[in-house]
């Protein structure tokens, strides 16, 4: 029991970390071609990529650990050994996939460490789209062989995109409404543009996240609603919908009211009482995914046919 807490603790930080260094990175490149100003906050989001980047592959590294301990039986870590994970690595789909995050991850703090005058948005968001993919490996859609497993990871890793980019805008719009405008006088306006100016993008990942979620719960449960009540999974399920629905009611809130009010009262030069309504509803977004990231690392230890205890 006490592995299954740490399995899925340590997948929800990874689903978080490298869900933030995907959409983090997306969204640089969508924000730049809105606002050159956006370029100005380039080193806020240099720390944040790095750390993200590091915290991955920390995270990944303890999540070989214990996939190697679950796999092999053994009673405890110390009982790893070198020949045994290279087992594990190079004997599953999963190890491979593995590797291939790792491989992605440290090109990602390359790509970090390496940038200069310019951050290069592009590179980052090809390397952690690579890494971010490979945990559809870890999940149900690795559970299908041939054609109908093929669509699986096809859709999961879609819906991982999705998720990252929506992830990852949220954080990066939380980092922009709490600047001090003292400090950082364009923060405002670079907030005003980017809210307004990502709906076109925004409506595109939760398209992406509504069809390929379908998708996985079709592939997964089948085409019946009684899984979302009769077992433990779909109940879970049930609880990330209703997060979800939380969240595209706080985002169209944002996208028709609180966006455009924020331009409205920049234009009039009183944009305080505005920033900190949309700062709000922000960080209230952003705690609802968390919560929702967290139902995901616990739905993808849960049998889809385990039947609820009530």
């Known amino acids: 029991m006490a592995d299954d807490g740490l399995n899925i603790a340590l997948r929800f930080g990874l689903y978080v970390s490298m869900a933030a260094l995907f959409g983090v990175a997306v969204f640089g490149l969508y924000a730049l071609r809105l ?4 370029a100005y906050f380039e080193r806020q989001y240099v720390i944040f990529t790095a750390t993200v980047s590091v915290l991955s ?6 999540s070989m650990l214990v996939l190697a301990k679950a796999m092999s039986g053994a009673e405890s870590y110390s009982e790893l050994t070198i020949h045994l994970l290279g087992m594990v690595i190079t004997g599953t789909d999963m190890g491979l996939a593995w590797v291939l995050r790792m491989v992605a991850l440290l090109a990602c703090v390359i790509v970090v460490a390496s940038s200069g005058a310019r951050f290069h948005y592009g590179l980052l968001a090809a390397f952690s789209a690579v890494a971010l993919a490979t945990l559809a490996w870890s999940g149900h859609a690795a559970m299908n062989d041939g054609v109908q497993g ?19 805008a949220l954080f990066s719009f939380v980092m922009l409404a709490l600047m001090k405008p003292s400090l950082y006088p364009d923060a405002p306006t ?3 543009k980017t809210a307004n100016g990502f709906a076109q993008f925004g409506t595109v990942i939760v398209v992406t996240l509504m069809s390929t979620g379908i998708a996985n719960y079709l592939l997964i449960i089948g085409p019946s609603i009684k899984g979302l009540v009769a077992t433990q999974y779909g109940m879970l399920l049930s609880v990330k919908l209703a997060l979800f629905t939380g969240m595209l009611a706080l985002a169209t809130a944002n996208r028709f009211f609180l966006g455009p009010r924020v331009e409205q ?10 920033v900190s309504l949309l700062r709000r509803s922000l960080l209230t977004e952003t705690a609802l995914v968390v919560l929702v990231i967290a139902c995901v690392a616990w739905l993808g230890v849960l049998a889809p046919t385990q039947r609820s205890l009530a």
């Open 35 to 38: 606002t050159e100003k956006f």
């Open 57 to 62: 592959l920390i995270l990944s590294v303890a």
């Open 150 to 168: 093929t669509l699986h990871l096809v859709s999961d890793i879609a819906h991982l995109f999705a998720a990252g980019a929506w992830v990852g």
């Open 190 to 192: 670079v907030l005003s």
């Open 265 to 274: 009262a920049m234009q009039a030069g009183k944009h305080e009482e505005a």
